[in-house]
């Protein structure tokens, strides 16, 4: 149980919403930081987090070394099962299911500006700022995200079945490709 206004989880916005409900469920709170290396690298040397998830399967734990660390994740999460007495595969079968799709999508340097720009007026539920933007559609979630070093955006896609988030990825990655044109 989490200590309300005490240390929290950091994760990248393109992180899957799954972990706010299972936050939620436990008494914690969940921080989204920009899904870039330099932010979640800062990230893992911040007291404010207990836990810092790249969102490809790194963790760091920012009271110790501060850096991502497969070991210590692996000792935690031993530690934990045997704290709790739970086994590794009914803390799966508890895990809601989600399927998350990436699509990277092309645009010229000189269109991405006005490309966020028009995102954020297209996408009225839209939240999110310089770093993207995030479009809640029903129980899906969308995260539209500017590369900073390549010509493209990243389309996150996250709903409940891979179907799913393939076509609401291809939609969204379509709009970008749109706004391009418009």
Request: net charge negative; hydrophobic share 45%; proline share 7%.
């Amino acid at each position: 149980k989490a200590v309300p206004g005490g240390p929290a989880v950091a994760v990248p916005q393109t992180a899957p919403k799954m972990i706010e409900a299972l936050a939620k469920q436990t008494g914690g709170a969940v921080r989204h930081l920009r899904p870039d290396q330099p932010t979640l690298q800062a990230a893992t040397a911040d007291s404010r987090y207990v836990l810092v998830g790249d969102g490809n399967g790194a963790f760091a734990f920012p009271r110790f070394p501060s850096s991502f660390d497969a070991i210590l994740a692996t000792a935690k999460l031993l530690e934990y099962l045997a704290l709790t007495g739970n086994a590794l595969s009914d803390l799966v079968q508890e895990l809601p299911p989600y399927f998350i799709r990436v699509v990277d999508v092309t645009c010229p340097w000189d269109q991405k500006g006005r490309v966020m720009r028009l995102l954020h007026r297209e996408a009225a539920s839209a939240a999110g700022g310089d770093q993207g933007v995030q479009i809640d559609v029903g129980d899906e979630h969308v995260v539209i995200v500017p590369d900073a070093d390549k010509p493209l955006f990243h389309v996150h896609a996250e709903a409940a079945s891979a179907e799913h988030a393939q076509a609401l990825a291809g939609r969204y990655a379509d709009l970008v490709r749109s706004l391009q044109t418009a």
